[in-house]
C-alpha cells in the first residue's frame, strides 16, 4: 500500500448551525500562552496537533478558539464532557453551589454528599449501594484495589494488556502500556493478562473462541505468577486509551467467574464507559451480564469538574474502617451539586438514548468508510465509544501511525475534532459529548471521508 496525498474532494456538508456567539477573546495570545507553557509548566504536557489549538470557550458539542472559530468537538476532553460543554444547568447547580458554600469537607454534615450518593446507588445493580468520592480515577482504582487487597487478604492483580487506569504510583501498575510507564513504577503484584480483542489477538478463532483462550490466560497466569489467590481482577469493560477494544460477550462472563473462583473481586474501570456512554446500557459492564464488585468513575460524571468516585458494597467498604479515611476534596458540595446535575441531565434530555442513535448512524457510517478505505482495519465500539483503527496494510495489521496523525490533523483543519489512542496511537478514538445530533454526525462522517482521501490512496 502507498501512502500518497491527492487533492481531497471538497466537503459537502456544512457544520451544523449554533446560535451560540462566542465572548471576545482577550487574554493572552496563542504563542504568549504556548511560551508560557513551555518556560513554566511540566515538561511532559504535550498537545494534540502539529500546531497546537488553543480553546477558550465551549458551548454544548461546540469549542471555540481565541479567534472565535468553531469547532465540532468529537473527543470531548478526553472522553470527559458526558452532556455538553457548559451545560447551563451544570453551571447554574455549579454557581450557585460555589456561591453558597465552596467547601467545608465531610467533617461536617451537607446534603449534597450524600444525595450524590444515593443517586448514584440508584444506578446500579442492587447491593452496589455505597460510593467513596474521588478526585480522579487513578485515585478511585487505587482505592478500589486497597480494598480489594484487604477484603481477600490477597495481594496479587490481574490487569489487562492494552489497559489504561490511571497515572499515579499505583494504577500506573495497573496501566499496561510502555509508554506510559515510568521505570520507577511501584506495583509488582500485577500481572496483565492477554486483551481479549479479536482484531489483534494472538489466538485464532471466533470472538467467543478467542475470549475464552484469553481467559484461560488468567488461569495460567494465576497458577504461575501468583500464589493461587488474587484480590482482584480489572478491567474497562471497552478499552477506552487502548482504543476501543474489547472482547466478545461471554469473556467477562468467564473472567468474573475465574477471578471469583481464585478468591479475587472484580472492578469495571467505568471511568470512560460509564454514564450512558456505551448507549444500549448506562454502564459499561451491563452489555456483557455481568455484575461488579467495584465500579469505579470519573471524567463523564463530572461532566470536566474533578470528580471521580469508587461504588462497592457496605461489606467491602467497610475494609477502611480499621483505619482513618480522609479525603479533602471527596465530597465537596462544588463537585457534588456538578454531578447530581449531571445526572438529572442524562435522565431528563435522553442522553443514553441519544448516545445509542447517534453512535449507531455514527458506526454505521465509520463502516462505510471502511468499505471505501483500505486503511480502514477496524471499526469497533458500542454507542459513542467508538475506535477506527489504521494499518498500512489489512493483511499484516502494520499500524498506520502516520495516516492517523494526517487524519486528525486534516479533520481539525475542516473544523471536527477527534482523538488517538493503542499502543501505536494508530487508532482513531471517535468520543463526542453525548449530545451531539444527527447532523453532527452527518458534518463529522464527512469531514472524515474527506481527510482519509486527502491522506491515502490506493
Ligand atoms: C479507563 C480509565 N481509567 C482511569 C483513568 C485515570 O483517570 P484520571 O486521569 O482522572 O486519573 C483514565 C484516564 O484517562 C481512564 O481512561
Redesign the pocket.
Known sequence: MTMTTTAPAPVRVDMPPCDHTPRPYTGPSRDETLAMRRQYTNPTIFTLYHEPLMIVEGYMQYLFDETGRRYLDFFAG???VSVGHCHPKVVKAVQTQVETLQHATTIYLHPNFPLLAKKLASKMPKGLDVTYFT???????DLAIMMSRLYTGNTDVIALRN??????PG?LGL?SHNTWKFPATGDGRVHHAVNPDPYRSPFAGTPEQIATKSVEDIRDLIRYSTPGKIAAFIC?PI???GGATHGAPNYLREAYALARASGGLCIA?????GFGRTGEQYWGFENFDVVPDFV?M??GIGNGA?L?AVATRMDIAKTLTQRLHFNTFGGNPVSMAAGLAVLDVIDEEGIQENARERGRELKTGLARLQGSYPIIGDVRGMGLMLGVELVRDRGTKEPAKAAALDVLESAREQGLLIGKGGLDANILRVKPPMCITAADVEFALDVLDHAFASVASF
Do not use: L
Open positions: 478526553i472522553v470527559t478526585n480522579s480515577g487513578s485515585e478511585a482504582n489497559a489504561y487506569h490511571g497515572g499515579s494504577s496501566t474497562e478499552q477506552g486509551v474501570d467505568e471511568v470512560q464507559t469505579t470519573a471524567k474533578p471521580a
